[in-house]
Structure formats: C-alpha cells, structure tokens
C-alpha cells in the first residue's frame, strides 16, 4: 500500500504504531519496513532468497541511477517542477530531491551506525527551486558517494545498523537503498512522459536488472 495513495488505509496502520510503509500486519504481530526475512517468518514461509549483487556492483549501480535522475531533473522545466501526480502527494521536485536524500542517508547510516525514519521524510529545501538546483545538489551527493566508496573496505558492508525497521546488515541497506532510488527513477521517467517533458533518453531499465523492485510503479 503506497500511504500517499491509500490515506485511510495508512490513517489505520498509523493507529497500531507503523509510521512507514511498507509494513505486513498479522494479528497483533508487525513487520515493518523493507524486511522480507521478517515478513517470511511472520507468515510462516520459507524465504527463497535471490543472490544480492555485491556491495561495489550496487555501489556502481547506485551512481549510474543518481546520474541518470540527475540528467532528468536538469531537463525538468520549472512550470513542471512543482506538479503532483494524484498518486502521491508529493511534487516531481520533492521526489527528485528524494532519490538524492535517500541514497545519502546510506553512508550516513553506515557511518553512525543508525539510519532513523526521519531521514526519508526529508523535505525539498526551499533554495533547491528548480530543476537544475536539485541536480547540483545531486552531484554533490555522488561526489560524498564516491569518496565513501573509495574509502570503504569489505568490514564496512558487514557492519550492523540499527534501521528504524530492525537491525540490517550495511550490504542489506545498500541493496534496499538502491532498488529504492530505482524505483523512484522509474517514476520519475513515468511522470515526465505524463507530462511531454523531454528526457535524455529512454528509461534505462537495465539498471534496474538484478534488483528486486517492486511491480507496480506505486
């Protein structure tokens, strides 16, 4: 359920102490967040597991998918910039600057070893006002990416952080971490073509190859 999309419904699951979605509800026991391991044992099933890409692939990968937003979000007119789809409440503008904040929160996470909801709830900053203002700020954060990458060795995608939603493995956060700004990066091409805003290409839909997004665009 997209909690955007569907209010009432998220007004409800608010009411038993899930802030975010997504979250499975079994009785009186919660999953939540991006937790499929969790959400197997809650249900009683075996988890058939697909094989992670590595952390450097995803590393890479991540990049590849910033630059891409990044090229999208230059070309976004401002008449466009702050529309909302009646899917979510949330503009083309906000949801760019989403898929930067996002992937930042990684190695903040990482880092400190705690990745708090609040840092996805993060809101557009009234200087960033226009498309190009939130590419800048999207290659500011794939140059912090890139110096942390460099700098990391093998213990560093190992390492436990404390995930509002449970405890993850960084490897594990990284992969949700990129299938998320993926996701956004699917929508964000959906809406341009919505709109007739000219992109710099064709979704590239083969990075989204290997990582398990969801089906639905919301």
């Known amino acids: 359920m997209d909690c955007q999309a569907h209010p009432e419904g998220y007004a409800e ?91 930042l929160a990684f190695i903040d996470g990482a880092d400190r070893g705690e990745f708090p909801e609040s840092w996805l709830q993060a809101q557009i900053p009234a200087d960033l006002d226009d498309g190009p203002a939130v590419a800048r700020y999207g290659a500011l954060v794939r140059a912090r990416l890139a110096g942390w990458f460099e700098g990391a060795g093998d213990q560093d995608f190992t390492r436990i952080v404390k995930v509002y939603y449970g405890p993850q493995p960084a490897h594990d956060l990284l992969e949700r971490t990129t299938w998320h700004a993926a996701q956004h990066l699917r929508q964000l091409f959906h809406l341009a073509d919505r709109q007739g805003i000219a992109t710099p290409g064709p979704c590239p839909t083969e990075l989204f190859e290997g990582l398990p997004l969801p089906n639905e665009m919301w």
Do not use: C
């Not at 976004?76 to 989403?98: M, Q, S």
């Open 13 to 103: 699951i608010k009411k038993l102490g899930v802030s975010l979605v997504p979250a499975l509800i079994v009785g009186d026991r919660i999953a939540h967040g991006w937790n499929p391991p969790a959400y197997a044992a809650l249900v009683g099933v075996t988890l058939d597991t697909a094989t992670k890409l590595p952390p450097r692939a995803l590393g890479q990968r991540l990049d590849r998918i910033l630059e891409s937003s990044e090229r999208l979000l230059r070309m976004t007119p401002t008449a466009h910039f702050g529309w909302k789809p009646p899917e979510r409440d949330r503009t083309i503008g906000n949801l760019g600057f989403h898929v930067f904040r996002l992937s």
